[in-house]
């Protein structure tokens, strides 16, 4: 059970992600391990599904930079889902073994990675996965209109930086979604490190 959420900004990525680990479907506890990581110097990634895929994901993952001439969407579609497998198969784990997804920053970009290896991004410069993505993103659709732009008609508003905002989407799953549990962390692959815990 986990809620994963990211919006793009204009610095790169930014991921947050709750602690909830559910055993079986009796019961949970608070996990020590993030759900979200930066991979790279320039990729962060947040996921879902049971805690050894994400173990396989973190601790084999080695992916060549992306050259150049590529689009982000050809790079994560070829060599980023290839080094996926891979993590997979050294960590002895079958892609099929249950559902999960994954989100992913690149540069300013926010993509997600499916069970099925589809990559897919969202016009609107946010997404959410997990247990409580059902509210994460509506928080996230409220919030936007609150933003320095509003995502349809770039009016200038209130300002709402993004750590605050995927705080909300967050609490919100916490509050309404089982299995999304604080304290949050927060991820990004902006020029600088940096790691965030907010009790909510």
Not at 100 to 121: A, F, H, N, Q, Y
Request: proline fraction near 3%; charge should be negative.
């Amino acid at each position: 059970m986990t809620t994963i959420c990211g919006i793009e900004t204009d610095k790169g990525v930014l991921l947050g992600g709750d602690s909830h680990v559910g055993v079986g479907d009796s019961f949970g506890f608070i996990s020590t391990s993030p759900k979200v990581w930066r991979a790279t110097d320039s990729i962060v990634v947040g996921m879902t599904g049971t805690f050894r895929m994400l173990q396989a994901v973190k601790y084999f993952f080695t992916v060549e930079r992306m050259g150049k001439d590529l689009e982000i969407e050809e790079y994560l579609s070829t060599d980023f889902v290839n080094a996926i497998r891979g993590c997979f198969q050294a960590g002895g784990i079958s892609n099929g073994e249950c559902d999960w997804s994954m989100l992913i920053g690149v540069k300013s970009e926010l993509w997600c990675l499916d069970s099925g290896m589809g990559m897919t991004r969202s016009h609107m410069g946010f997404f959410a996965v997990g247990s409580g993505s059902d509210l994460a993103l509506g928080s996230l659709l409220t919030t936007a209109g609150l933003c320095a732009y509003s995502v349809k008609y770039e009016i200038p508003q209130a300002f709402i930086d993004p750590e605050s905002r995927l705080h909300y989407a967050l609490s919100c799953s916490a509050e309404y979604a089982f299995g999304t549990q604080p304290p949050f962390i927060y991820e990004n692959n902006y020029p600088y490190a940096q790691l965030t815990l907010i009790e909510g």
